[in-house]
């Protein structure tokens, strides 16, 4: 009977314990909520900066709601921004997007991650992302007019993301099963820069896709860039579409679209006996644009694009062994890599303005 009623008082408690963890679930009325869609976090010396906003909502004629607050923990630093904020309550369980300042991401970057998986509301499919040279506050609060803020250029990015690789931005859970299982791990990189348009009140700042930063516990230990990316699909066999420029020996440029390639990993015996890694990329590729006349033959478009696609799955590669971090999960073997590559057409593209 003890036991019954232990079990009756522990099953009443529950509910109770659980609105102390961090982004606990809320049961208030739709009307009474904010709903929070990006978050950022920054390390200032032992504080957190937490950054909340929401989009625009066009039919109340309301624009973006931008927040943020500090605390020795994420926690706390929610607790300030309610304490603070005239707003309706938080309702973290639409968060769509987590920024990480630079600089504190290294720090941030498990709290983050440890906040994530513990929190009732935010899911683990979330995408993380790392603002290089900035912090997420600057991006977050200053991203954007009064029409469009942060959210939506994220918004923007995550299904371009999606249209151009079929896939969004590497999310929580992907981050932290590749720092249990290669020790490091690859996280989206975003850069602020001025929208070509000016606003009302001056430049603008816009929220852009800058590679990927890579991560090994709480280091960066350095970046991808935007050019390495079809590489970086073809070495780990994403199916990502990506556009490639192309300089020819007789001087001509020529613009290629490549289409989503195969990647065929097998083990091989070298002559010394020990085994080796053997990578064969395959991928095809159509003309967009041609530039400084004549006609462009598919054979020397395609050995140009060998020759480029393997220079820079070569170059990374070489910043992976430098680097003492796995992030293409090709291990320490030796590796002998193959690309063979095709035009499919080039069209009547020539010398397109």
Partial sequence: MRRFLSIIIIAALLPGLAGCALFPAKKQGVEQLLVVQAMGVDREGPRLVLSMVSAADSSRGEGPVRLSGSGPTLAQAQRDIALRSTEEELLCAHTGHILLGEDSAGAALGEVLDAVCR??????????????GGSAELALLHAGDERIGAVEQLDALSAAAMARDGEKPPSAARIAAAQAGDGCALIA??????????????????LLPDGRAIV???????????????????????????????TLPDGQTVTVQTAPGSTRRRLLRTEA???????EISLSASVLEIRGGGVA????????????????????????RSLGADFLGLGDRPLHLTVSARISHTGDLRDAP
């Fill in 119 to 132: 929190s009732r509301e935010l899911r683990m499919d979330v995408p993380l992302y790392i603002l290089r």
């Fill in 189 to 206: 990189a975003l850069r602020c820069a001025e929208a070509a348009e000016q606003g009302e009140d001056g430049a603008v700042l816009t």
């Fill in 297 to 320: 033959e598919d054979g020397a478009l395609g050995a140009a694009l060998e020759q480029e696609l393997l220079r820079r799955a070569l170059r990374l590669v070489r910043l992976q």
């Fill in 273 to 279: 006996g020990s085994r080796a890694l053997g990578l």
């Fill in 216 to 246: 090994r516990g709480g280091d960066i230990l350095g970046y991808l860039e935007q050019e390495d990316m079809l590489a970086l699909d073809l070495l780990r066999g994403a199916r990502g579409v990506h556009t490639l420029p192309l």
